[in-house]
Structures are given as C-alpha cells and as structure tokens.
C-alpha cells in the first residue's frame, strides 16, 4: 500500500444563476414592467481542516469536486436559490498549492476555512435596468461564471515531537503508552504506514507526538516506504529518535542509518533537536547496546534516555524531556 498524503484534486464553483427577462402580465394593467428577477449566486468551494483526520486517501478516490451552480431567475421578481458551498473537509496540517506550485492556503487549526474558488455572481433580472427614458428593459445582466482550478493538496501532520526509527524500534508501543492512541503494534516491520498522531498529558498541559513509519537505509531512494512521510516531522520541534537495543544489530550503526535517511529528506530535519531513546531494556542482555548508544549521544550533545514502553521504565522522564522540547516558549515555525 502507497502511503498518501498528497492528492490532486479539480475544483469548480457553481456558475451563477441567470437573470430572468420577464414583464409583468396582470389584468387591468396592459403594459407591466420590467420584474424578471436575478439569479442566485454560485456555490463556493471552500476546504475546512477537520480534527481526527489524518489522511487525504479520500481525495484519491475522488478527485473531482464541483459546487453548485445558482439557480436563475423567474418573473415577479423572483429570485433564482444561491447554489450551495462545497465544504472540502481536509485533516488539520493541509497546505493547498496551486498548478504553479503556489501556497494558497495552510489549514492548521480545526475548523479553519478557505475559498479555493468563489462561486459566481449572479446575473441581474431586467427589474434591475428600468429608467425613465427605458422602460422595457429587454435583457438581463450576465452572471458570473464557474471557477474551475487543479489544486495540489499536501499534508504536513501538525506534531510537537516526531517519533522517528528502524522499523520494530517500538515507535507505536511508546505513543501508546504515553498517549491515548491506539496505533497498531506487531512484531513484524512496517505496521505503520501512516502516522499516528497522540496528545500527551503532563500536569495540565499537553504536547502532540508523531509516530512515524519506520525507516530503513535507501529510504530517501524510495525503499521501504521511502521518506515521503517525513514532510509530517519537518513542522515538530524535535524528533526522538527510538533504537531497539535488545534486536542484536549495533544500536550505533542503526542510529547512523535512520540518521542518514532523515539528513538526505532534509527539510530542516537534519537540524532538529534530537532525543535518543534506547528501547526495550526489558529484553535480557541489553546493557552493553545501551551504554554503547549512550555513548553515542553524549558525544554528539544529544539527550539520552532508556525505556521499556513495555514495563514503563524511563517513560516518564522521557515525557518530561519531550515535554521542556514541546512546550519551550521558542517558536521554531
Ligand atoms: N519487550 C519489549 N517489546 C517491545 C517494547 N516496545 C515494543 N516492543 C515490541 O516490538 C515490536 C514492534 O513494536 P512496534 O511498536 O510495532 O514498533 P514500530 O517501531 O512502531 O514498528 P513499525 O511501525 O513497523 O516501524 C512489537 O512486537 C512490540 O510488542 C518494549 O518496550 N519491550
Ligand atoms: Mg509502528
């Protein structure tokens, strides 16, 4: 299966309504004016970032979206019914690009909207165009037309810390454990294919964590899933970076690959803050792979911390790390 989250879509607003020509035909009065009323305004298309969304799949099923047209006018000055809006719904972290390449719009609160296209204006029935010196007025005004447009959608997940490793690091175990979601665990590689998104709570504040795919070396090649998932990180303010220590390979080889892999996505990931977490140290015999990684981290500046996502050992001080990344006052955005 292909990890989505990018989709090009075609989008239409609705084309006003027309307005009517039309005179007024009563009894006892033999030359009625002008009452041929405007039509409606065309729908909009409009995206709205919704919560609990975390995919654009939907927008590869379906790739074109159209509002509706507003309806024309009729006689006695009647109105043509405004078409309606497309609301679009996208997860929060959508970009919208234009064919160009443009940035339209960036959705990244719930519930915030944007027009793509605007639906058309209505025409003008002819009661509009009635003067002294034209009193029969024979036409009506134009109405607006449809906007039709390609729109690349692109979706960077709106995390504080990116959990990012081999795959079978324990990624899904940990946001599990230190969060309320319920992301998909098994002991082969690449459970994950898209990532999950959890909210941590400490004290009564609260941070967003991102489990990622697993990366493998030649990932920014496009082996295994590739690296296309990590757009998703490039807006956290740190990434913790999970290595098995208890799976026999050398935890400082591992490091380097994953590190490797997230240098060649680049995107400022090379740049982010890194915390260094051994996992599993529940497994017997994983003291020597630890200190060695431990190692590692101290040499390089970068924090360290040893878990079991399993037994709970190390998790909360981990928190507390990923916490003083999530919620120190500097903005990295
Ligand atoms: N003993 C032990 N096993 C663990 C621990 N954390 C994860 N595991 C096991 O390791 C295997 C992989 O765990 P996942 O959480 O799915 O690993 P992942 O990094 O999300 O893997 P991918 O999604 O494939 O990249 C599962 O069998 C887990 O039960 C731990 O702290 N201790
Ligand atoms: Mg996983």
């Given amino acids: 299966m292909r990890f989505i989250d990018e989709a090009v879509i075609l989008v239409r607003s609705g084309s006003g309504g027309k307005g009517c020509v039309s005179f007024r035909r009563e009894k006892f009065v033999p030359k009625?004016?002008?009452?041929?009323?405007?039509?409606?305004?065309?729908?909009?298309?409009?995206?709205?970032?919704?919560?609990?969304?975390?995919?654009?799949?939907?927008?590869?099923?379906?790739?074109?979206?159209?509002?509706?047209?507003?309806?024309?006018?009729e006689g006695r000055r009647?109105?043509?019914?405004?078409?309606?809006?497309?609301?679009?719904?996208?997860?929060?972290?959508?970009?919208?690009?234009?064919?160009?390449?443009?940035?339209?719009?960036?959705?990244?609160?719930?519930?915030?909207?944007?027009?793509?296209?605007?639906?058309?204006?209505?025409?003008?029935?002819?009661?509009?165009?009635?003067?002294?010196?034209?009193?029969?007025?024979?036409?009506?005004?134009?109405?607006?037309?449809?906007?039709?447009?390609?729109v690349r959608l692109e979706l960077k997940l709106l995390a504080d810390i990116g959990l990012v490793g081999l795959p079978n690091a324990g990624k899904s175990t940990m946001i599990n454990r230190i969060s309320a979601a319920k992301a998909k665990v098994a002991d082969y590689p690449f459970t994950t294919i898209i990532p999950n998104l959890g909210m941590v709570q400490v004290g009564d504040r609260s941070f967003v964590v991102a489990d990622m795919?697993?990366?493998?070396?030649?990932?920014?090649?496009?082996?295994?899933?590739?690296?296309?998932?990590?757009?998703?990180?490039?807006?956290?303010?740190?990434?913790?970076?999970?290595?098995?220590?208890?799976?026999?390979?050398?935890?400082?080889?591992?490091?380097?690959?994953?590190?490797?892999?997230?240098?060649?996505?680049?995107?400022?990931?090379?740049?982010?803050?890194?915390?260094?977490?051994?996992?599993?140290?529940?497994?017997?015999?994983?003291?020597?792979?630890?200190d060695a990684l431990k190692a590692l981290a101290l040499s390089r500046g970068l924090k360290f911390h040893a878990v079991s996502a399993r037994t709970g050992e190390g998790i909360e001080a981990l928190v507390w790390t990923l916490a003083g990344l999530a919620l120190s006052p500097v903005d990295p955005l």
């Fill in 32 to 73: 009625g004016g002008p009452d041929g009323g405007d039509g409606g305004r065309g729908g909009d298309v409009v995206f709205q970032a919704e919560l609990g969304l975390n995919t654009l799949l939907d927008y590869h099923f379906k790739r074109k979206h159209t509002a509706q047209d507003g309806a024309p006018g």
């Fill in 78 to 150: 009647m109105s043509g019914r405004g078409g309606l809006d497309l609301v679009l719904k996208v997860p929060v972290g959508t970009l919208i690009f234009d064919e160009n390449g443009v940035v339209l719009g960036d959705l990244v609160a719930p519930g915030q909207q944007y027009v793509v296209c605007q639906g058309g204006h209505p025409g003008k029935g002819n009661q509009n165009f009635a003067l002294p010196w034209r009193q029969a007025p024979d036409f009506a005004s134009p109405p607006g037309p449809a906007v039709e447009m390609t």
């Fill in 213 to 290: 795919p697993g990366l493998i070396e030649g990932a920014a090649e496009g082996v295994g899933l590739g690296i296309q998932f990590l757009r998703h990180c490039e807006r956290t303010r740190a990434l913790a970076h999970l290595v098995d220590v208890s799976s026999g390979l050398d935890p400082v080889e591992s490091f380097r690959v994953v590190e490797g892999e997230l240098a060649s996505h680049g995107g400022g990931l090379e740049s982010k803050p890194v915390v260094v977490v051994a996992t599993k140290i529940d497994m017997p015999d994983t003291q020597d792979a630890t």
